[in-house]
């Protein structure tokens, strides 16, 4: 069932005085905020594209992804966002969701997106600028705009519009955005600034509209990417989010 609406927007609005922290791990701030670490792939970043490996042969696996994170996926799991990341210190990824049908994953879309502009750790820290690797589940939903008909619970508030003394390229990035629950409480919005595990280990990990580079810590894909999204991910079908390095995921 939605959360309620009017509680959710309460909840946002008490958040503003802490968002410019939320926000920090997404577009960046200070003089970090311009983009520093992309690759110029801002084109490619616009459309659809097939996973850049074949499919495993072994069905009822997500491909590329080894023993030590695909025991981590829940076993009530149906959809599972994959975020291939191009190198450990690379800002380029590939997004693509799978879909359980029976005992086997099958790949539904697949984006180019980026990542931290410094790539990728197992130890994340706050101003890193390193996306952290692992498994995470995805339980909540916000942004600028009016709901798309997301199925995860949506927070419509403007308290998630990007400062203006960003880079007006970074102006619409939380127009759509989708939580990483990594250090934060499950069941409230997006931006809500509270951190489980302290402040030094990072939050406001998101998945949102890409500006052609990376980012400080979430993962950005193409409005329609995230649109699509939206409307797909189901919290009756338990969606994670899977990321890292390509190396990464298969240690």
């Not at 130890?123 to 890193?128: A, C, F, K, R």
């Not at 997006?190 to 990376?214: A, E, Y």
Request: aromatic share 6%; with cysteine.
């Amino acid at each position: 069932m939605r959360t309620d609406g009017v509680r959710r927007a309460v909840v946002a609005t008490a958040a503003l005085g802490s968002l410019l922290t939320a926000l920090s791990a997404c577009g960046g701030s200070g003089t970090g905020h311009h983009g520093g670490g992309g690759t110029g792939t801002a084109g490619k970043a616009a459309h659809t594209r097939p996973a850049d490996r074949p499919a495993s042969t072994d069905p009822t696996r997500i491909p590329d992804v080894g023993d030590r994170l695909q025991r981590r996926i829940p076993a009530d799991s149906r959809q599972v966002v994959v975020v291939y990341g191009e190198g450990r210190d690379s800002a380029d990824s590939t997004v693509v969701l799978y879909t359980r049908q029976g005992s086997s994953w099958q790949r539904t879309r697949s984006w180019a997106a980026h990542n931290g502009k410094k790539g990728w750790t197992t130890d994340h820290h706050e101003g890193d600028n390193r996306s952290p690797v692992g498994v995470f589940t995805l339980s909540d939903a916000g942004g600028v705009l009016p709901d798309p008909g997301a199925r995860l619970p949506y927070t419509r508030s403007a308290s998630f519009a990007a400062p203006r003394w960003w880079a007006r390229s970074y102006w619409h990035d939380f127009d759509y955005v989708i939580a990483i629950d990594y250090n934060r409480v499950k069941g409230t919005p997006p931006n809500d600034p509270t951190r489980p595990q302290g402040t030094s280990r990072g939050g406001g990990i998101w998945l949102h509209l890409d500006h052609g580079s990376g980012t400080s810590a979430c993962v950005s894909l193409p409005k329609p990417a995230m649109r699509y999204l939206l409307r797909t991910l189901d919290p009756g079908r338990h969606p994670v989010v899977v990321m890292g390095d390509r190396a990464g995921l298969r240690a």
